[in-house]
């Protein structure tokens, strides 16, 4: 029996609405503009009908799936959080933790509030970082340094922020960088004490892979305009095709929509791609990664490692996702609900979603998530 409250990612994210601040819950919750495109991710879940086969022997089930050369312990990784520990403190250890004693990816983001070394040492096997390429390529250039050195074997470029997406529920709430608490936040703050503390006792979130870029004893603020020189208008297919040439290890295009920038990729030597649209808090007209997925599918070929993310909120999701042709899927806002909504929250999250998939293989009438294709997507 799961703890009440606690047996689906919805009610997850129930318990962390109440247990965080609203401007924090918001910044995790929200989308860009009307958030329609964050709804439609949704939607393409709930519209998806699978086709199930009965009378196959699924006694023996396993998640464990073969990706990018090694096998994980199940089909999903966490996608990168930038300012984690503003929606719990010291989110990224635990999260990082969470996915290694789980045996799944965890990806850190540029915007993280940790220091890639530090997630390096917590789980070096299990950590990818992802890239911002921002107005400085020398600070690019460190970074893809840093991270080498530090063991790092995949690298995720995130191609999707050529400009800052508009979260209206954060310009409503006043959460500007640095944090600059207002009158409003006071109730908040009180009315939260678990994570106020926690915050206190941690210290306010930085952005700590760039503190090595600010100047010494870099206030807060100094941060934030360096961060916000993070994501830039000038990443095109030179800028991709240098950062391949230099990085050795895996290289994998997160952001991508389109079939033909499915293609452009493969043919610059990408590894893979993560059909994604940030989870809807870029473009909010955007169409839903579960509808991109089939074309660029089609486009790529069968052999083409695909990875989506968007939307996925439980095991029978990533189900779908591999119905409409991903090899592979990343949670994003479903491990972090987790955290902000008790201690032990990334593994309890990440065990349901396995606990589900494992029963949506069932009740497909397949061992293997890797069995799922096309043949299982209801058509009338
Ligand atoms: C609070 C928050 C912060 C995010 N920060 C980053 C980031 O720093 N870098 C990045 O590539 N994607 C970032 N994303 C997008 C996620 O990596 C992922 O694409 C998205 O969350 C997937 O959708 P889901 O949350 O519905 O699973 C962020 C998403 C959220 C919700």
């Given at each position: 029996?799961?703890?009440?409250?606690?047996?689906?990612?919805?009610?997850?994210?129930?318990?962390?609405?109440?247990?965080?601040?609203?401007?924090?819950?918001?910044?995790?919750?929200?989308?860009?503009?009307?958030?329609?495109?964050?709804?439609?991710?949704?939607?393409?879940?709930?519209?998806?009908?699978?086709?199930?086969?009965?009378?196959?022997?699924?006694?023996?089930?396993?998640?464990?799936?073969?990706?990018?050369?090694?096998?994980?312990?199940?089909?999903?990784?966490?996608?990168?959080?930038?300012?984690?520990?503003?929606?719990?403190?010291?989110?990224?250890?635990?999260?990082?933790?969470?996915?290694?004693?789980?045996?799944?990816?965890?990806?850190?983001?540029?915007?993280?509030?940790?220091?890639?070394?530090?997630?390096?040492?917590?789980?070096?096997?299990?950590?990818?970082?992802?890239?911002?390429?921002?107005?400085?390529?020398?600070?690019?250039?460190?970074?893809?340094?840093?991270?080498?050195?530090?063991?790092?074997?995949?690298?995720?470029?995130?191609?999707?922020?050529?400009?800052?997406?508009?979260?209206?529920?954060?310009?409503?709430?006043?959460?500007?960088?640095?944090?600059?608490?207002?009158?409003?936040?006071?109730?908040?703050?009180?009315?939260?004490?678990?994570?106020?503390?926690?915050?206190?006792?941690?210290?306010?979130?930085?952005?700590?892979?760039?503190?090595?870029?600010?100047?010494?004893?870099?206030?807060?603020?100094?941060?934030?305009?360096?961060?916000?020189?993070?994501s830039s208008g000038r990443l095109d297919l030179d800028l991709i095709r240098a950062i391949r040439a230099r990085w050795k290890g895996r290289m994998i295009?997160?952001?991508?929509?389109?079939?033909?920038?499915?293609?452009?990729?493969?043919?610059?030597?990408?590894?893979?791609?993560?059909?994604?649209?940030?989870?809807?808090?870029?473009?909010?007209?955007?169409?839903?990664?579960?509808?991109?997925?089939?074309?660029?599918?089609?486009?790529?070929?069968?052999?083409?490692?695909?990875?989506?993310?968007?939307?996925?909120?439980?095991?029978?999701?990533?189900?779908?996702?591999?119905?409409?042709?991903?090899?592979?899927?990343?949670?994003?806002?479903?491990?972090?609900?987790?955290?902000?909504?008790?201690?032990?929250?990334?593994?309890?999250?990440?065990?349901?979603?396995?606990?589900?998939?494992?029963?949506?293989?069932?009740?497909?009438?397949?061992?293997?998530?890797?069995?799922?294709?096309?043949?299982?997507?209801?058509?009338?």
């Amino acid at each position: 029996m799961t703890a009440a409250g606690t047996y689906s990612i919805d009610s997850l994210r129930e318990k962390a609405r109440r247990r965080i601040p609203r401007f924090a819950f918001d910044f995790l919750d929200g989308g860009a503009g009307t958030e329609a495109g964050l709804h439609r991710n949704r939607a393409a879940f709930e519209n998806l009908r699978l086709l199930p086969r009965a009378m196959v022997d699924v006694e023996a089930r396993s998640l464990a799936t073969e990706f990018l050369g090694r096998r994980w312990s199940a089909p999903f990784g966490v996608a990168p959080i930038g300012m984690g520990n503003l929606i719990w403190p010291g989110a990224d250890e635990l999260v990082a933790a969470a996915a290694r004693d789980a045996d799944i990816p965890y990806i850190l983001s540029t915007a993280g509030t940790t220091a890639l070394e530090r997630i390096a040492a917590i789980a070096p096997e299990h950590a990818w970082f992802q890239l911002y390429v921002g107005k400085s390529q020398a600070i690019v250039d460190d970074l893809l340094e840093r991270v080498a050195r530090a063991g790092f074997q995949v690298l995720v470029v995130t191609v999707d922020v050529p400009a800052p997406g508009r979260r209206l529920r954060d310009q409503h709430n006043g959460l500007s960088l640095p944090l600059k608490p207002s009158a409003m936040w006071g109730i908040e703050l009180a009315a939260h004490p678990a994570w106020s503390f926690a915050t206190l006792r941690k210290g306010a979130p930085r952005f700590a892979n760039l503190e090595p870029y600010a100047a010494r004893n870099a206030s807060a603020s100094s941060l934030a305009t360096l961060m916000a020189e993070q994501s830039s208008g000038r990443l095109d297919l030179d800028l991709i095709r240098a950062i391949r040439a230099r990085w050795k290890g895996r290289m994998i295009l997160k952001g991508i929509l389109s079939p033909d920038d499915a293609a452009r990729s493969r043919d610059i030597g990408a590894d893979a791609v993560i059909v994604s649209n940030h989870g809807g808090r870029q473009l909010s007209g955007a169409l839903a990664t579960l509808e991109a997925l089939p074309a660029i599918r089609r486009k790529v070929g069968p052999d083409f490692p695909l990875i989506l993310d968007g939307g996925i909120r439980a095991g029978e999701d990533i189900a779908k996702a591999f119905a409409a042709g991903a090899n592979f899927t990343l949670v994003g806002r479903a491990v972090m609900y987790g955290v902000a909504a008790m201690p032990g929250g990334a593994g309890h999250a990440i065990n349901l979603l396995k606990s589900e998939l494992s029963q949506a293989c069932a009740q497909l009438g397949v061992v293997s998530p890797a069995e799922i294709d096309e043949r299982f997507v209801f058509a009338p």
